[in-house]
């Protein structure tokens, strides 16, 4: 049994009241002055004020004692949206979208999506995993400390497998928390052209089973958007996981209205995520739901599209989550200091609102809320000190990385340099 306590430190997180923060409770966030957090084996045994931490474990003695000199400290950022495992990117795509043609277009035309597809097909196992490390790496230096990972550059149930074999070994080979998704309708490949329900049909049949034979995935996701799957096609691939016991997310609404984000509440999917373009009778029905809006800043503002409208989800009572969506087409950024930011100042977040969104209401997003999200009693000691005196800072000080230490089960992790 290893005993550490962290002392003079400046708590910032928000207030786990077992379910999403939602409405005026996503702003909650808690602050303790001279705070200090306890943990044994990694699991936070006491958090709160200093004299309060050290008087509930008295008479036992740490092991280990830090003096955190009164920084700033908040829970590891758990990114709950990522398409971390592919193998080349796309540059020249972003000099084209640069010049004008649209995302959509470059997909239609069998670029996109599909490019990443035919690049992780030919890519060994072992390449795409070395490649797959050395983003999550990059995003444990910025804070992240839990992420999902997607598949969806196979679309065949061979390489579908392969992505979340690596996805799995990230888990298992680095200090992060990896939580994998199923993403085998994420395009339709080039020898399903035209034939869609014929592609469903093999998601449905061949790879949402072995996915769960191998109990690979966590949850299945559907990119449901015009041109790629329809509303029905999505609901057949979501009904199939939930009844195979996976859980649901869905891409939706990115840049067509198709209903998505309804579809989501229908489903009782844990989250929907992009929903630049959801209407707000459907943001109604996933606040009744319960439906996380997974927001991803960083993608409408690589897309240049307008923002989710955050703001209205947080006043309707839908609770949000922030995510990088890191993916080689629309937002290339390991950086959740970055989509804070943007959250903050473009999208109308609170400080403390992005805060909840980056950590706790992103934990629940990907089911590990029980484990992380929040400086709890109970939950993993996974938290990061930042330079300046609040939270505020990862706004403020742009574009660098605002992070100075970032900890794990309560172990530092060397991050720098
Ligand atoms: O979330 N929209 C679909 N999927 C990703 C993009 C994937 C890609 O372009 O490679 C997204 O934006
Ligand atoms: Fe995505």
């Known amino acids: 049994m290893i005993d550490k306590v962290f002392r003079n430190a400046t708590l910032f997180t928000p207030v786990d009241r077992g379910r999403p923060q939602a409405g005026p409770d996503q702003g909650a966030v808690r602050v303790v002055e001279k705070g200090a957090i306890w943990c044994r084996d990694g699991l936070i045994q006491a958090v709160g004020p200093e004299e309060e931490v050290l008087r509930s474990l008295h008479p036992c003695v740490p092991d280990q004692e830090t003096d955190l000199e009164g920084r700033c400290v908040i829970p590891g950022f758990v990114d709950p949206h990522t398409h971390l495992c592919f193998a080349a990117t796309r540059e020249r795509e972003f000099s084209l979208r640069l010049q004008g043609v649209e995302y959509l277009e470059i997909l239609r035309r069998g670029g996109g999506i599909l490019s990443t597809v035919r690049s992780v097909r030919e890519t060994d196992e072992e390449e795409l995993f070395l490649a797959t490390r050395r983003r999550a790496l990059s995003a444990l230096r910025f804070g992240t400390t839990t992420v999902e990972i997607k598949s969806g550059y196979g679309l065949d149930t061979e390489t579908e497998l392969k992505m979340l074999r690596v996805i799995r070994r990230i888990g298992r080979e680095t200090p992060l928390d990896v939580v994998p998704t199923f993403l085998g309708a994420h395009a339709v490949p080039e020898e399903y052209r035209d034939r869609s329900d014929a592609f469903v049909d093999l998601v449905i049949e061949e790879m949402i089973p072995a996915v769960v034979r191998q109990g690979i995935a966590r949850f299945c996701d559907v990119f449901c958007e015009k041109g790629v799957f329809s509303v029905e096609q999505s609901r057949r691939i979501l009904q199939a996981a939930t009844a195979a016991g996976l859980g649901a997310k869905i891409h939706a609404d990115e840049v067509h209205d198709l209903g ?29 739901a319960g439906t996380i809006a997974v927001v991803l800043p960083a993608t409408a503002y690589s897309l240049r599209k307008p923002f989710a409208p955050a703001r209205t989800m947080i006043e309707l009572g839908v609770p949000v989550a922030l995510a990088t969506d890191c993916n080689p087409g629309s937002s290339y950024t390991e950086s959740m200091p970055f989509v804070f930011g943007l959250a903050v100042l473009l999208t109308g977040l609170s400080v403390e609102e992005a805060l909840t969104a980056a950590t706790l209401n992103a934990a629940y997003a990907v089911g590990m809320a029980e484990r992380v999200g929040s400086l709890d009693v109970g939950k993993q000691a996974d938290f990061l000190v930042l330079e300046g005196e609040t939270p505020a800072v990862i706004a403020y000080h742009a574009g660098v990385n605002p992070v100075v230490q970032v900890y794990k089960k309560g172990e530092r992790l060397k991050v720098k340099g």
Do not use: I, Q, T, W
């Open 260 to 288: 998505g984000a309804g579809l989501a509440a229908e489903v009782r999917a844990v989250s929907a995520e992009h929903l630049l373009a959801a209407s707000e009778a459907n943001l109604e029905a996933m606040a009744r």
